[in-house]
Nanobody, 124 residues
Framework: QVQLVESGGGLVQPGGSLRLSCAAS????????MSWFRQAPGKEREFVASITWIASRTYYADSVKGRFTISRDNAKNTVYLQMDSLKPEDTAVYYCAARDSPSRSFELKEYDYWGQGTQVTVSS
């Protein structure tokens, strides 16, 4: 069966870094666009970053551009999110999602599979 398992979340001080991983199984990972979303308490889930399977094109929300980097390793069926210069407003549950399409989407409904999420807390 399809699984997306996130890991790497935790508590970090402002200005610090974390690297999230999402291990995929049960589908042809190399042919899926992969994205990260996040959901803060009391807020809607929002797009963070995306990487397509064609040419590994990347896209970022304005709020994380220049601080976060998405990457993928098709040999390991894993997508990563390197988060640097973290801010308290980055605190959220982070989810990875898979889309059976060569293009990215900001819309939750366009994604076929979701992970269970990993908590990231940025606080001093």
């Amino acid at each position: 069966q399809v699984q997306l398992v996130e890991s790497g979340g935790g508590l970090v001080q402002p200005g610090g870094s974390l690297r999230l991983s999402c291990a995929a199984s049960g589908f042809t990972f190399s042919r899926y666009t992969m994205s990260w979303f996040r959901q803060a308490p009391g807020k809607e889930r929002e797009f963070v970053a995306s990487i397509t399977w064609i040419a590994s094109r990347t896209y970022y929300a304005d709020s994380v551009k220049g601080r976060f980097t998405i990457s993928r390793d098709n040999a390991k069926n894993t997508v990563y999110l390197q988060m640097d210069s973290l801010k308290p407003e980055d605190t959220a549950v982070y989810y990875c999602a898979a889309r059976d399409s060569p293009s990215r989407s900001f819309e939750l409904k366009e994604y076929d599979y979701w992970g269970q999420g990993t908590q990231v807390t940025v606080s001093s």
